[in-house]
């Protein structure tokens, strides 16, 4: 790329190291298992966990399961967290739904005052009680610490609670004396009826040094890598329901995707881009998402910039770990707890050391640096946001274009 002064500018470089392997499916089967083999394996590593954190925590008092619980004597217990709701969709309710004249109504938070929470480990399960544990925060699926006692009635009076905390800090290698930049954007819903087009082929030719003054060209020349966080096209639903498609139908189908092909080769053929699936695009539907088949993208794969990449997707830049979904993790959480907003959901998913909790007081931080990245819908904001390695400070980047 060049400035207006002539001058020839060199996009910057940045080690690249996907990560992707813990979340890649080869050649299982499913095999007819539940749902419990999931909860008990999580459960074993966290209580591993959790038991080398307790006699720092309360090393005076001992640790009980739930099945030898003595009335009014303190002590610790681990286990998973269980969120009774009354308002939480079942299986039976979608049968029911069929034969029923009057639809049920689907709330968007399935949230009710009379929710509570049991605690289960390997033996049982315990009501919890007090107003410590509060119901509207915590999901199934959060493995935990409690320190109480047993009431007469038979529940557990919680006094205090022990998270797992942030993961330790890996070697930070922040000692970059230039500014890299990584570019994230999501929902690009190309196909959507409401999306502008020219909005994305806008930031395609900012971020490949096709747009803008000589500073801004400079900007773009820092670069390094670009990652397209899902939903980046948007199929009618009835043309996803198992049914042959008429001739005049298919290309409906097949539109969008061509649409974003040529989006993503005009990047590919610049800087390194990833592009993880999303719920609407056409991949598997439950996490973790496999990568969209690069048949789909005949122009991009051809350059070895493009990389298909699961969801979640992690990945290393110039030894920076990145670790991220296209949100559906964060998104149920909001139908079954309740928070500030998405950060807070997200710094959850951190204290818990569990990146989606809801699927199949803590000892303190250690100086842990985590930088939190939500990323807006692009085909409604506008929007893409910037993060520069040097030292994880973000701004966004918005696009308005006049289409009719």
Known sequence: MGGESGEILQRKQAAYTCLDEPFEIGNEKYGGQQYSQIYFARLHVAKTLLYSLIPLWKPELPVCTVLSLEEGKECVIVGTLYKHMKLKPRILDEYSKERSVIPLVKPHNFMDADDYLILEDEGGRV??????????????????????KETTKGDFLVHEVLEAGLAPQIDRPLKLEEDKYVVFVSGLGVGNMTANPLQFQLLVDHITGH????????????????????NSVEIPSEFLNGQNLASKDQSKLSDPIKELDILLTQIAAGLPLDIMPGPNDPTNFALPQQPLHRCLFPSSRVYNT????????CFELDKIKFLGTSGQNIEDMGKYSE?????????????????APT?????????QIVRLISIPKFCETGVAVMLNLRNLECHTISFEAEFS
Request: with cysteine; hydrophobic share 40%; glycine share 10%.
């Open 127 to 148: 009501k919890l009680d007090g107003t410590v544990l509060l119901p509207s925060v915590y999901v199934t699926g959060v493995v935990v610490a409690l320190l109480g």
């Open 211 to 230: 747009l803008g003054d000589e500073k801004e060209q400079h900007m773009a020349a820092q670069i390094v890598h670009v990652v397209i966080a899902g």
């Open 306 to 313: 493009f990389r298909s990449c699961t969801n979640p997707h």
């Open 339 to 355: 928070a500030k907003g998405e950060l807070e959901f997200m710094e959850r998913t951190m204290n818990w050391r569990h990146i």
């Open 359 to 367: 699927t199949p007081n803590t000892l303190g931080p250690e100086g």
